[in-house]
């Protein structure tokens, strides 16, 4: 464990590298919009998150993806072959209600595919509260 000087330096330091995850993630982070506050009273520097909300996908101008064998287990792999980002996996998954992607899917499963300007605009017109 480390100290910085100031007890409100650790915060400040939290607070910066909170930003920089998040600007550095860009929209494909589906936590981007999470409201974090750090704690400055019970555990001064803990990051505690805020309630998640799924933003909503405009799902105008979809696409189909018809899952084969090699795709079983791997819809990062999908996502990185659609979208040219395997981290967009999660986008896939929400639109098609699948909860375990190791297990949900099946050959000849039919997904609907978003756009990827689409899931941009799903955070663009989502605001931290």
Not at 62 to 82: C, F, K, M, Q, T
Not at 94 to 104: G, H, Q, W, Y
Request: aromatic share 10%; proline share 3%.
């Amino acid at each position: 464990m480390f100290f910085l000087g100031e007890s409100g330096d650790l915060i400040k330091l939290l607070m910066a590298t909170e930003a920089y995850l998040k600007t550095r993630a860009g929209y494909s982070s589906r936590y981007r919009m999470t409201h974090v506050v750090v704690d400055g009273f019970v555990h001064p520097g803990r990051r505690r998150y805020g309630i998640w909300r799924k933003p909503t996908i405009d799902m105008t101008g979809y696409s189909r993806h018809v899952v084969r064998e090699n795709d079983i287990g791997r819809i990062d792999l999908i996502a990185n072959r659609l979208y040219g980002d395997s981290s967009l996996w999660w986008a896939i998954c929400m639109v098609n209600a699948i909860s375990n992607p190791l297990e949900d899917l099946v050959v000849g499963m039919i997904l609907k595919v978003p756009r990827k300007e689409k899931i941009s605009n799903a955070f663009a017109n989502t605001t931290v509260q």
